[in-house]
């Protein structure tokens, strides 16, 4: 007796099922990855998610205030001389089988860009949640996913430190300097030690005890209460968890700041935070003016015409949900308008929402950005990058969008999937 | 606050209700492992919530749970597909016994799945689901001719394998004989 090909595939295959999805986790993980989205993409490079949050929604008021009469700082604008950050990203991403224990879907990190170099990072990742890669004037910093921290200048990555402490956002640089941080769990397994790393000198610059990072609190999820935040200048931001009775979590989280030079750590407001930010050349300010606007080092502009227009995460007038909405830019610390506008020969990808959205600094006149890439089903996946001139607006393509089918990653974006 | 409204959840879960098992046989027939294949219907279910807004109607979301669980899955074998899976027991050719036909759809399927993947996916998007070679060429986001040397290249290998007395019609042999 003979049996056709397609009988042959049927009666295996119709064997299967039925299927039944969860729903309520399918929802969540949905969910999950949106606001995944939202915050990778606000917090490109550096500031901490819940800081991001408070700043959107009490921040135009807050820093409405008369903390800045002081106006902008009157000196000239023109390209400047500064180090040049190396950009980073990598097209050699492949999606990988999930580790049973991990579910999901995995992704393998081959070749990286470090500047003009390839550096083989050779890095296989159990799900897409996260992975820390973060850049720094002198190159790379990332974890190898065993928790060890690694850092290439371009050449052979090298490890650089022993295990990190924590789940997220493990790894921080700033957006200027040499430095990246961490909470170093090996070295100081019951209390958990901050480490500020000189990634140009190779050497640790400063190491602060920070013993209440470590939470044996059973109400509490964390089991590392602590987490990078942002560097600005000699100024080292991060967050913890504690408790706080009368909350639905009986917790809170607290932002603190510690000073490298000083060696003191404080309780740092959001106000804290801004005027760091504001004093420091590579953010913007959005708003209506340099004076009444947010500091933010990460930016979503939407595209208009040739012209890269702003756009501010703000809870509309009598609206329900945030939005992102047109807005002005300003250059800190000198208060000029920024405006950036497309060369005339470039185009970008055809995208019911062209936008582009802040990779990196490359140095204090230069801002990388990144646009998402348009089917919506390569989520995570990042076309062309641009760099952006605050001095004379003009935006040129440095990095052409990769083939239909080659994943690209960059710091700072999601991870696709 | 979830960043969908309920009448687009609610949509989302009537393609869940009404297509699961349905892709979750076009994932299980392009892997070929069962919990492979609930991870990829997962994973793919939750990329079209994420894309939700941006697809125009139910058709055009359940056509995007199957692309992405056609590329995805060819994705996670590209690392693989300098060379085949192995099978993991190649069962002993068998002669075209009417007591064995299940066992022929065995040996058969476990063939299949000895493919490299994009022959694999080739073979049951065309002669499983039935679809055109342009709809497998648009489904696999490659050509019409791709799709064309993977087909061949897929039935010639099992052909050669299953060998001539395994009673399972080719295409080319379905052909001749109607």
Known sequence: MSTTLREALAARIDRVGPAHPNLDELVGLGERRLRRRRIA??????????????????????????????????????????????????????????????????????????????????????????????????????????????????GTPQQIAGKHCGEQYDIRSGDSGPWAF??????????????????GSGEEIARQPIPWCHNSRSHLSYEFACWPTDIIGDHVYYHQVEDHPGTPCGCRERLYQFDVSAGTVVVATDQMYTDDLRSHSRALVLGDSWRTGTAMD?????????????????????????????????????????????????????SDEPAFYSVAWIDDDTLAVGAPFADPLKEGWTADILACHISNGRCEQIVKPPNHDTIRIVPGFPLPG | MARRSLDQISAFADLVEARSTAMLRLAYAVVGDYQLAQDLLQESLVKVYVAWPRLRDGAAAE????????????????????????????????????????????????HVRGLPPRQRTALVLRYYEDLSEVETADLMDCSTGTVKSQLSAAVDKLRERVGPHSGVLFPEDQAVTR
């Open chain 1, 41 to 154: 993409v606000v917090v490109a490079s550096g500031a901490a998610v819940i800081l991001v949050i408070a700043l959107a929604i009490g921040g135009a008021a807050m820093l409405g205030s008369a903390n800045h009469d002081n106006g902008p700082v009157d000196h000239p604008i023109h390209p400047t001389t500064t180090p040049v950050r190396p950009l980073v990203y990598s097209d050699d991403v492949d999606y990988i089988e999930p580790r049973s224990d991990a579910g999901g879907v995995g992704i393998h990190v081959g070749m990286v860009h470090v500047g003009d170099q390839l550096v083989n990072i050779d890095q296989a990742l159990p799900n897409t949640r996260r992975w820390n890669l973060e850049v720094t004037d002198a190159g790379v910093v990332y974890d190898k996913g065993d928790g060890n921290v690694w850092f290439s200048d371009g």
């Open chain 1, 182 to 199: 961490w909470f170093d769990c090996e070295s100081a397994p019951t209390r958990g030690d901050l480490v500020v790393y000189d990634t």
């Open chain 1, 298 to 350: 990460g930016v979503r502009f939407d595209v208009v015409g040739s012209r890269l227009v702003p756009t501010h995460w703000v809870r509309p007038p009598g609206g329900q949900e945030f939005e992102d909405l047109p807005t002005e830019a300003f250059a800190t610390p000198t208060g000029q308008p920024v405006r950036f506008h497309l060369a005339s020969d470039y185009k970008p990808a055809e």
């Open chain 2, 63 to 110: 056509a995007y749970v199957r692309r992405t669980i056609v590329t995805t899955a060819i994705s996670w074998r590209r690392r693989r597909s300098f060379h085949e899976s192995p099978v993991e027991a190649v069962p002993e050719e068998n002669g075209p016994d009417d007591s064995d036909r299940l066992a022929t759809h065995d040996v058969l399927w476990d």
